[in-house]
T-cell receptor, first 109, second 113 residues
């Protein structure tokens, strides 16, 4: 089993839709979790950290499920500008981050 | 504030040549990471520095790769000799401490012919 796994997609959704991505991790000792957004030919940019209690930033909600070892990202009211690849990052006690391969999102008119 | 700065942004070189990539982390950040990204393998961590000291270099592919961080504001990744399979985008990232979120530079797109 890979350390961090994501469905590569693409997820193809209309504007205004709600879409959710999951990211599973294998190391139960993982402590820090993040979602990054990467546009084509650009660097990954931090979207949000994922806290144990879950957190929300506008249209974006991130949650952590330690029992099932996954994190999720929910995007409400999708915009065309949300089209990108979404990478999850998982960090264990050694502070060595592992990134997923990313999930591609395409929002169409 | 300036973000992570990398140079060059693009590098095209011939097989066998030495390549040096440069990175300036965000001021005040004490952790620095070098990554390589390809379509086949995704984003791979090569090496991680904390307070200028290499902590984990297990991701460095082989002896042809070396990285240094002589001070808190500068790091280099060197490939000597370069090979076509080294073609990738190389990212540098920094964080205020190892456990915190990372901020990526714009990357260096390396092509080895």
């Amino acid at each position: 089993r890979k350390e961090v796994e994501q469905d590569p997609g693409p997820f193809n959704v209309p504007e205004g839709a709600t879409v959710a991505f999951n990211c599973t991790y294998s190391n139960s000792a993982s402590q820090s979790f993040f979602w990054y957004r990467q546009d084509c030919r650009k660097e990954p940019k931090l979207l949000m950290s994922v806290y144990s209690s879950g957190n929300e930033d506008g249209r974006f909600t991130a949650q952590l499920n330690r029992a099932s070892q996954y994190i999720s990202l929910l995007i409400r009211d999708s915009k065309l500008s949300d089209s990108a690849t979404y990478l999850c990052a998982v960090m264990g006690g050694s502070y060595i981050p592992t990134f997923g391969r990313g999930t591609s999102l395409i929002v169409h008119p | 504030d300036a973000g992570v700065i990398q140079s060059p942004r693009h590098e095209v070189t011939e097989m066998g040549q030495e390549v040096t990539l440069r990175c300036k982390p965000i001021s005040g950040h004490n952790s620095l990471f070098w990554y390589r990204q390809t379509m086949m393998r995704g984003l791979e961590l090569l090496i991680y520095f904390n307070n200028n000291v290499p902590i984990d270099d297990s991701g460095m592919p082989e002896d042809r790769f070396s990285a240094k961080m002589p001070n808190a504001s500068f790091s280099t990744l060197k490939i000597q000799p370069s090979e076509p399979r080294d073609s990738a985008v190389y990212f540098c990232a920094s964080s205020r401490d190892a456990a915190y979120e990372q901020y990526f530079g714009p990357g260096t797109r390396l092509t080895v012919t």
